[in-house]
């Protein structure tokens, strides 16, 4: 196409005839608006990044964080066929007792599911009970496959065996009327950059249906995001995107909340906020998911917990039980020689391990063992001439614990 | 810090299960809410939507902008603004880059889910993703159609008011004929100005008027074609026909974000979609269309693009339609087509272009449904 001819009012031009033309000025208008474009988005990401320095909003604080309460076991293995599946986890005081109204106590429950990425088993088997109200943590080193079992549940990608059911629900058979009372973090929240806080909760608001979009501002309300709704999500920073994505569950109303990492990327006031945020809706009787391998935050905030490793759990229960029951207690000894009474101590062959530290002499208990025990310690000790100022029992923290189960050690549980 | 905390649950405490209703977001069709949304998205990409309205309208405003300024300016060395050419180029301009812009908003709305990582989001709503596919076809087609019906309206607006009045005659090959004769009526009238006719008309080595007359009966389909055309490219369209050839660019404006939207969600590569889309649109097709290639001119029939010159209506390409032109556009929309390969039949032109729209989204929507989020 001519434009002189367009002008002057020249013949009419065939459709084809002058493609290259208008292929050449198509091209030109493309590149010069990207160039435009470009320059345009390059200054509002500039003068976004200006506004990412003003203040974020305090969140609300709903509740400080709670101390972790012993919840028992849901036990490692699944109800056999026919049989009421065992009670689940009593609530924590604070707590309203949900699980105790539904006759399927599972929150999430899986038998036997597996996902594999080519020879790659990202999910192996996987046995899994998470019961009603309790505040959860999934466990596992990095690549242990602790996403891909959350994309799994959630329907983000197709299992390979196995079942699973979120609130009773069996899924992916009735994944929509599961997943209508499903709140979940995947990843780090991503949400359309050019829209602001708010209309991203209104496209998720109305994917969700019903009375999501009423649920809009109590979400941001609940999140301290009111102020900063009518920004674009550009101009936020990660801990309030991570706040944006947990307002997006909230839509839902969630009985169920499953967040994978939600700590990622926070500062430490972001994860004080986001621990306080955790434990508010899980005293409210929502079960939550809590996927992570920040051991510390697992523990400071979930009743029970699963490891995960190679793509298997391999371990499920009450934290506590769990600790007290891989026997990871140690006994730190003050004595005057601790080198002596370490290699009595070996060569007894009445504990699991001995370590020289700056503090002294430490001793691994084995697994189920007493309290007579360290009074056997101490005997001996003494019989042989050691003096002994004092003996005191260590509780070994998750994260020992973990360690001692997870290949992490180069030493598979 | 204590604030009120609004109540997420009706009783302000646990949700309990099964005292709300589960809405039906399991099923296909989209509902008001998720179209207007996703609307909303995607007009919110202020940059590409500029764009898009660029190409669509800016052509047409350009140029008629500078003809009527021209024209106030100097009107003895400018004519009118409008006129039955400038009508057919601009609509098919407007065809070409609607095409193209169409493709680009296509492909955005088809992978921006995907690369802004809310598809997962979405789908962790249990909301059918064939429903949140099909929310996007009305939710772009909103921002399409009301563009190019704006700049296909100020072409027919300054065609019709600001264009020089219709000849009283049609020019064939030299000759002043009247207007709107029928094959017939062209036949008698050249028969009865033989004389005209043997010095106008391309009737060989005629040495009486016997032979005149005999050229002019073998011939009168090849000159009445051209005399249509003549009649058409120097009077504007009527009504009716303006009509359908705006329903002609907004079809291929929407086959164009069908196919952008369809092919975006296969690849999720919004730049490559678009790549291949302008390929297809300004150096394939005009090659399939001009060229015939041996032992496959039914392949080159299976390109949109040639289907849809085939549908092209005639106002639109009367200059060019050579012998092999004059499709079943004909039967349609009374078009011609540009076309350098014998043209296909009508079902197997409708054929191809339904194809495309359903082949195209169809696959859009399967891999939709299938990709991991």
């Known amino acids: 196409m001519n434009t002189n001819e367009l002008l002057a009012a020249g013949p009419v031009a065939g459709a084809h005839g002058q493609h290259i033309g208008i292929g050449l000025i198509v091209l030109a208008i493309l590149v010069l608006g990207s160039l435009g474009y470009g320059a345009v988005r390059l200054n509002n990401r500039r003068r976004l990044n200006r506004q990412v320095t003003r203040p974020e909003p305090p969140m609300p604080m709903q509740e400080p964080p709670r101390p972790r309460q012993e919840a028992p076991s849901p036990g490692p293995q699944p109800p056999s066929a026919g049989q009421e599946p065992p009670s689940p986890a009593p609530a924590p005081a604070r707590r309203a007792p949900v699980s105790s109204q539904h006759p399927n106590g599972w929150a999430v429950e899986t038998h036997g599911l597996n996902k594999r990425f080519g020879a790659t088993v990202a999910v192996d088997g996987v046995e899994l009970l998470v019961p009603r109200g309790s505040a959860f943590g999934y466990l596992g080193p990095n690549g242990a496959g602790k996403t891909t079992l959350i994309r799994t549940l959630l329907g983000l990608t197709r299992a390979d065996g196995g079942t699973m059911s979120l609130l009773g629900t069996p899924v992916p058979a009735e994944r929509s009327r599961a997943l209508a009372r499903v709140g979940a973090i995947v990843d780090e929240p991503r949400f359309h950059p050019h829209l602001t806080g708010r209309d991203n909760l209104r496209l998720l608001a109305a994917a969700r249906g019903g009375d999501a979009d009423q649920r809009i501002a109590p979400s941001l309300a609940r999140v301290g995001l009111t102020e900063r709704a009518g920004d674009k999500v550009a101009a936020y920073s990660m801990g309030m995107r991570q706040r944006l994505g947990v307002a997006a569950c909230l839509l839902a109303d969630p009985e169920l909340l499953i967040l994978d990492e939600p700590m990622n990327g926070l500062d430490p006031a972001g994860m004080h906020e986001m621990r306080a945020m955790i434990a508010s809706l899980a005293a409210e009787g929502r079960t939550v998911v809590l996927s992570s391998h920040l051991l510390d935050e697992v523990q400071r905030t979930c009743d029970a917990v699963a490891i995960v490793d190679h793509g298997r759990v391999i371990r499920q229960g009450s934290i506590d039980e769990l600790i007290r029951g891989a026997g990871a207690a140690v006994v730190q000894i003050d004595c005057d020689e601790p080198a002596r009474a370490a290699q009595l101590i070996d060569e007894a062959g009445i504990a699991a391990g001995t370590a020289l530290t700056g503090a002294g002499l430490t001793v691994t208990l084995p697994a189920g063992a007493s309290r007579e025990l360290v009074a056997d310690i101490n005997r001996r000790l003494v019989v042989a001439g050691i003096d002994v100022y004092g003996l005191r029992e260590v509780q070994a923290s998750l994260e020992d614990w973990f360690l001692s189960v997870t290949s992490r050690l180069g030493e598979p549980s | ?373």
Request: aromatic content about 6%.
């Open chain 2, 1 to 373: 810090m204590t604030t009120t905390e609004p109540s997420l649950s009706e009783a302000g405490s646990a949700p309990r299960p099964g005292r709300r209703s589960t809405p039906a977001i399991g099923a296909w069709l989209p509902t008001w809410d998720l179209i207007t949304t996703k609307n909303l998205e995607i007009r919110k990409r202020r940059g590409l939507v500029i764009t898009v309205a660029v190409l669509i309208v800016a052509p047409t405003v350009l140029i008629y902008g500078l003809r009527l300024l021209f024209h106030a300016v100097d009107p003895h060395g400018y004519g009118l603004a409008g006129s039955p050419a400038i009508f057919s180029q601009l609509s098919n301009l407007m065809a070409e880059f609607g095409f193209i812009a169409a493709a680009a908003l296509g492909a955005a709305a088809g992978t921006t889910d995907l690369t802004d990582g809310v598809f997962r989001h979405l789908v962790i709503t249990g909301r059918s993703r064939l429903a949140l596919y099909l929310a996007r076809i009305p939710a772009g087609l909103a921002i399409l159609v009301p563009l190019v019906a704006l700049a296909f309206a100020m072409n027919c607006l300054v065609t019709s008011y600001e264009s020089p009045p219709p000849p009283t005659s049609v020019a064939l090959y030299g000759l002043n004929v009247p207007e709107h004769l029928d094959q017939a009526g062209l036949q008698t009238w050249l028969l009865q100005h033989p004389q005209q006719a043997e010095n106008g008309l391309p009737v060989g080595p005629a040495t009486n008027l016997a032979q005149v007359r005999s050229a002019i009966d073998q011939n009168i389909a090849s000159f009445y074609s051209n005399y249509i055309a003549d009649e058409i490219s120097g009077s504007n369209p009527a009504d009716n026909e303006m009509a359908k050839i705006g329903l002609w660019v907004e079809l291929e404006v929407g086959i164009g974000f069908l196919v952008g939207l369809g092919l975006g969600s296969l690849t999720g590569q919004r730049t490559t979609t678009t790549i291949v889309l302008i390929a297809l649109e300004i150096i394939v097709t005009p090659i399939l269309a001009r060229v015939q290639i041996p032992y496959f001119i039914d392949g080159q029939r299976l390109v949109v693009g040639i289907a849809m010159d085939q549908l092209r209506p005639a106002a639109l390409a009367p200059a060019t339609s050579g012998p092999g032109g004059g499709g079943p556009g004909h039967v349609l929309f009374g078009g011609r087509g540009a076309l350098g390969i014998p043209p296909m039949p009508t079902w197997a032109m409708i054929s191809v272009i339904v194809g495309w729209i359903v082949g195209w989204s169809g696959i859009g929507a399967w891999r939709m449904m299938t990709r991991d989020a």
